[in-house]
C-alpha cells in the first residue's frame, strides 16, 4: 500500500524558517517527479516547488530565492527548507509523488498534508 507522510510543519515567526519532509513507502518505485503544493484558505492548491529524480528543480515565483527543494533518492524522501518566510506562506502543504506500485502504470501519490502557520 502506497503511503505518503508529510513532516515538519508548525507555527512560526515572519522571517524565520521550517524544513518539510515527505516519506513516500518503499512500495513506490520508479519515481520520477516530487513536489511540493499548499493551499491556503480559501484558495485553490498551488504548486510550490518540484524536483526531477535528476535533481532539476522548479519554483514558483512567489518562493524563488527563500525556499530550497531536495530529494534523497535511496531514501525515497523529500524535503523543502522554508527561509524568510512570510504570513502570505500560511497554507497546508501537501506532497506528491509520481511513482509506480508493482507493475501499475505511473500516478500520482499524494500525503495529507502538514499545516505551516506564519505569524506576522
Same mark, same amino acid.
Given at each position: 500500500?502506497?503511503?505518503?507522510?508529510?513532516?515538519?510543519?508548525?507555527?512560526?515567526?515572519?522571517?524565520?524558517? #521550517?524544513?518539510?519532509?515527505? /516519506?513516500?513507502?518503499?512500495?513506490? *518505485?520508479?519515481?520520477? =517527479?516530487?513536489?511540493?503544493?499548499?493551499?491556503?484558505?480559501?484558495?485553490?492548491?498551488? #504548486?510550490? =516547488?518540484? *524536483?526531477?529524480?535528476?535533481?532539476?528543480?522548479?519554483? =514558483?515565483?512567489?518562493?524563488?530565492?527563500?525556499?530550497?527543494?531536495?530529494?534523497?533518492?535511496?531514501?525515497?524522501?523529500?524535503?523543502?527548507?522554508?527561509?524568510? #518566510?512570510?504570513?502570505?506562506?500560511? /497554507?497546508?502543504?501537501?506532497?506528491?509523488?509520481?511513482?509506480? *506500485?508493482?507493475?501499475? =502504470?505511473?500516478?500520482?501519490?499524494?500525503?495529507?498534508?502538514? #499545516?505551516?502557520?506564519?505569524?506576522?
Amino acid at each position: 500500500q502506497a503511503q505518503v507522510v508529510e513532516s515538519g510543519g508548525g507555527l512560526v515567526q515572519a522571517g524565520g524558517s #521550517l524544513k518539510l519532509s515527505c /516519506a513516500a513507502s518503499s512500495s513506490i *518505485i520508479s519515481i520520477s =517527479a516530487m513536489g511540493w503544493y499548499r493551499q491556503a484558505p480559501g484558495k485553490q492548491r498551488e #504548486l510550490v =516547488a518540484t *524536483i526531477t529524480s535528476g535533481g532539476r528543480s522548479n519554483y =514558483a515565483d512567489p518562493v524563488k530565492g527563500r525556499f530550497t527543494i531536495s530529494r534523497d533518492n535511496a531514501k525515497n524522501t523529500l524535503y523543502l527548507q522554508m527561509d524568510s #518566510l512570510k504570513p502570505e506562506d500560511t /497554507a497546508v502543504y501537501y506532497c506528491k509523488v509520481t511513482g509506480k *506500485i508493482g507493475g501499475f =502504470a505511473l500516478m500520482d501519490y499524494w500525503g495529507k498534508g502538514t #499545516l505551516v502557520t506564519v505569524s506576522s
